[in-house]
């Protein structure tokens, strides 16, 4: 399937050629290059007309129109988070057509287009910080709950590219690639105070702090503290012992993130801290205990363009990454003698990152680009806490890339996107990764795009501990391959819809087999679905958004579905202001159809949450929201072994912000 990948790629840049000399003299007369608004100025756009021309830089690691960009991408953005009180990234990726995510209480999973199997660890989609990599060295994931290292306040729009990405981006951008995009000096409002209260108790202060110096340089700080007490638990519990277990049911977490820019230098940097408390029972007889979690991430970044030419650019960017992970856990030993069961995991690794584009050949952008990750520690440890480690698993990887991309426009409706990646690691094999896309501007409002891609992830660290221990054999690298069609269309100023229909193949899946407790290779998968969407916006500044994903992910030599695979995704958002456009009413439905496990079959749910948005003056701005407004019972089993986890807690929300200076 890769040669037919290949195949169509060279006939597609050959047959191009030919409408290439035919039509070059005729692109030079007819074509200039027309700056295109900035999300920030389109953000300014009326609420009576959809926005078009809205630029991204995800789906071909290059700012672009997202009409005209080789791949569907969506988007969450601060406005968003405001109007739907968004208080984790979890909550803010939920908004994305084809994400499901599912909760323990401690780790937020997330299923992408029908696969989220059960203890993966985010690591099939590739996860950027303002255009960086964010995936860890120790399970190759990102944290996406009140643990992620960035503060949902200060994200200026989530962009997510759905679908294969490796030909860009190598490793993990198995189904797609998510770039966080944080907010600048121009969006951090001078020195701001937020809180946020809600009916759970849980309570966090947020202070940030921007200041530019006329053209010479800008910085901004912002800092942050979170408190969860009183958790509600997510397994059932001895009556006598509920109040007691739910008050050691406690987290803590604070984060700092700032940043500096200067004659086009940039440096940022981040650091959080996680403190959890989990109780637990030990049994004969039933004794309330708790199991301790600590983390910390930091990391932090240089970056520069150099622009030599209007014709030739380079990007380069520099950044270090850092993880620490404590889990102490009491347990009794068949003796009934309590030990605490200690397992640590330390990461650290350096990336670096050079992209050059060239504009020197008419209707060509041209990208070549580098990238080198050293990891500088990858260690887990696993024993009792006050002995000598039983277990000590080391790694020493080095992952180094090389990918060229051609955006060639052929004619002024037509484009074609041709690109490969090289990719190679001490722990995995060497892989190339082409993919093609053509991109058909029927009209002005129709726009229609077709891809085929390829993607690939290796085992992680944390994939090869689990075997070693159980002595088996590290999986190879799991593959996919897809084909995806998509169409949209302007029908008027304020009224848009798109379509778009993907099929994915799957060989050698990583996953965990529950009978032995190892990671092997599955069987080969087909996956096939749709994400449909429309976006309306009213005269009287109303906004409906609805996105509907039908996803069907099976194995090719059965007819079940895969555990944890709902079928039907629907997502419902509504808004319009209520007496004037500073009080704006929200309304959110979210359902997940009912999803197969390893002994039952969980039940779909819907979920409805309602939010008031208060501009109360320029300085203050007041939310209030109930999510879960019917309190709805549901289940998660992001485990195969633990019993389905209970939700259907209603939560008030308040949030407060205070602009003290500008």
Not at 140 to 147: E, H, K, P, R, Y
């Amino acid at each position: 399937m890769r040669h037919r990948a290949w195949l169509l790629l060279c006939l597609c840049y050959c047959g191009s050629v030919l409408a290439q000399q035919q039509y070059q003299q005729q692109l030079q007369q007819t074509t200039s290059q027309i700056a295109e608004p900035s999300l920030e100025e389109l953000l300014r756009t009326p609420l009576n007309a959809v926005p078009r021309d809205v630029e991204i830089t995800t789906a071909s690691r290059t700012q672009q129109s997202a009409d005209t960009a080789p791949a569907i991408t969506y988007l969450v953005t601060s406005q968003d988070i405001r109007l739907f009180q968004l208080r984790t990234l979890a909550e803010v990726l939920q908004l994305m057509p084809g994400i499901q995510i599912s909760s323990d209480g401690g780790f937020h999973y997330i299923g992408v287009r029908g696969l989220g199997r059960h203890a993966d660890f985010n690591s099939r989609l590739l996860f950027l910080i303002d255009g960086v990599r964010a995936n860890d060295n120790i399970g190759d994931a990102m944290l996406v709950g009140t643990d992620a290292i960035v503060d949902v306040e200060s994200i200026e729009r989530v962009e997510f590219t759905p679908g294969p990405g490796s030909a860009l981006y190598g490793n993990n951008a198995f189904f797609g690639v998510l770039n966080i995009v944080t907010k600048g000096v121009s969006r951090l409002h001078g020195v701001a105070l937020s809180i946020q209260l809600d009916s759970l108790q849980q309570q966090q202060l947020r202070l940030n702090f921007a200041h530019r110096e006329q053209a010479s340089w800008e910085s901004w700080l912002s800092a942050s503290i979170n408190e969860r007490p009183n958790i509600p638990l997510t397994y059932p519990a001895p009556d006598q012992f509920t109040d007691l277990l739910q008050s050691q049911n406690h987290e803590d977490f604070y984060r700092l993130q700032g940043g500096f820019k200067s004659s086009g230098w940039l440096w940022q940097g981040a650091y959080n801290q996680r403190k959890l408390t989990i109780p637990i029972g030990l049994s004969e007889p039933f004794t309330p205990e708790v199991s301790d979690i600590s983390e910390r991430n930091y990391r932090y970044r240089i970056s520069k363009k150099f622009v030599f030419s209007t014709e030739w650019e380079l990007d380069a960017k520099l950044s270090q990454s850092g993880l620490g992970f404590q889990r102490l856990e009491p347990y009794q030993d068949p003796r009934l003698q309590r030990f605490v069961a200690e397992t640590r995991m330390d990461g650290r690794w350096r990336h670096i990152e050079l992209q050059l584009a060239n504009r020197s050949f008419a209707s060509h952008l041209l990208l070549a680009g580098f990238e080198h990750q050293q990891d500088l520690l990858q260690q887990i440890t696993i024993g009792d806490a006050g002995f000598p480690p039983a277990f000590t698993f080391i790694g020493n990887n080095h992952r180094t890339g090389i990918f060229l991309q051609d955006l060639w426009q052929i004619l002024p409706e037509h484009t074609l996107v041709l690109g490969a990646r090289f990719d190679d690691s001490e722990t995995g094999p060497a892989i190339t990764t082409p993919r093609v896309a053509w991109i058909w501007q029927t009209t002005a409002d129709m726009t229609l795009k077709l891809m085929h891609g390829s993607a690939f992830r290796v085992a992680n660290l944390n994939e090869f501990s689990t075997n070693a221990l159980t002595i088996h054999p590290i999986p190879s690298e799991e593959k996919i391959e897809t084909t995806e069609l998509a169409w949209q269309h302007y029908l008027t100023s304020q009224l848009q819809y798109r379509l778009a229909f993907f099929q994915s193949n799957i060989t050698d899946l990583i996953e965990i087999d529950p009978f032995i407790g190892a990671f092997i290779n599955g069987s080969a998968l087909r996956s096939h679905g749709l994400d449909a969407g429309i976006e309306y916006r009213g005269r009287q500044q109303q906004q409906f958004r609805l996105n509907w994903s039908w996803q069907n992910t099976r194995y090719q030599q059965q007819t079940k579905l895969l555990e944890n695979s709902p079928s039907h995704l629907l997502n419902i958002l509504y808004n319009q202001p209520l007496f004037n456009p500073d009080f704006i009413f929200s309304w959110q439905t979210r359902a997940v159809s009912q999803r197969e496990t390893l002994l039952e079959r969980l039940p779909g749910y819907v979920l409805h949450n309602a939010n008031i948005l208060w501009q109360l003056s320029d300085e203050l701005e007041l939310s209030f929201g109930i999510h879960n407004l019917t309190q709805t019972r549901y289940y998660d089993q992001p485990s195969l072994t633990a019993p389905p986890i209970q939700n259907f807690d209603r939560t008030v929300r308040i949030a407060l912000q205070w602009r003290l200076h500008r």
